[in-house]
């Protein structure tokens, strides 16, 4: 069965330094992956993906994830972290052996930036 | 372009009671998404349409849980009767087309509190 694992509910970084909120999953098939913000009373808003090619991709708002196939995971990281940056971060899988194409979230992250 | 749109944005019922959410998705989105979003996980699938058909909808508890999305633009959502557990965020989402590298826009979600 397809999976996502995100194995910090929170992150703590200070505005200014790197960070990086992991993610691992479990597909049988090549993965296409994604990350989702999500703001307070907001709903989730697209990062980027993974779909083939280079492993590391960039999105919105300065973030990027590197995708290791060795290690089924796919990071997000961004090089100086902001305070508005602080929001819930989801990570997402499709598997192409699924039905239909909705996609299967990990548990979610919280991501702290203090000032 | 304007976003996927949800309605209400709250509802708070008795247990037993009945509630029906709804969902504009973006013009000319084929694909629509509902999510169930229980505080502390991630949004989990209920049923997802391509058009007016149902693609998936083996995690919707049928006995309590119906959607349609007759004319293959607007769905409703309806819980009838409504347990404690369904509490959750309801989240509708819509994609251009199937493809699994397709992202998917979401709405703001219904939070539903079931007492």
């Known amino acids: 069965a397809q999976s996502v694992a995100q194995p910090e509910d929170q992150v703590n970084v200070a505005e200014g330094n790197p960070l990086t909120v992991k993610c691992t999953y479990s597909?049988?098939?090549?993965?296409?992956l994604f990350w989702y913000v999500q703001y307070p009373n907001r709903g989730l808003q697209f990062l980027l993906k993974y779909i083939t090619g280079d492993n590391l991709v960039k999105g919105s708002y300065g973030f990027e994830a590197e995708f290791n196939k060795s290690q089924t995971s796919f990071h997000l990281k961004k090089p100086s972290a902001l305070v508005s940056d602080s929001a819930l971060y989801f990570c997402a899988v499709r598997d192409p052996n699924q039905a239909g194409t909705a996609l299967i979230f990990g548990k979610g992250t919280t991501l702290s930036v203090s000032s | 372009e304007a976003g996927v749109a949800q309605s209400p944005r709250y509802k708070i019922i008795e247990k037993r009671q009945s509630v029906a959410f709804w969902c504009n998705p973006i013009?000319?989105?084929?694909?629509l998404y509902w999510y169930q979003q229980i505080l502390g996980q991630g949004p989990k699938l209920l049923i997802q349409?391509?058009?007016?058909?149902?693609?998936?909808d083996s995690q919707l508890p049928k006995d309590r849980f119906s959607a349609e999305r007759l004319k293959g633009v607007d769905s409703t959502l309806k819980i009838q009767p409504a347990k404690l557990e369904d509490s959750a965020v309801y989240l509708c989402a819509s994609s251009l087309g199937s493809q699994l590298r397709t992202e998917a826009f979401f709405g703001q979600g219904t939070r539903l509190t079931v007492v």
């Open positions: 349409f391509q058009n007016n058909g149902v693609v998936d």
């Open positions: 013009s000319g989105h084929a694909t």
């Open positions: 597909v049988s098939g090549n993965p296409y």
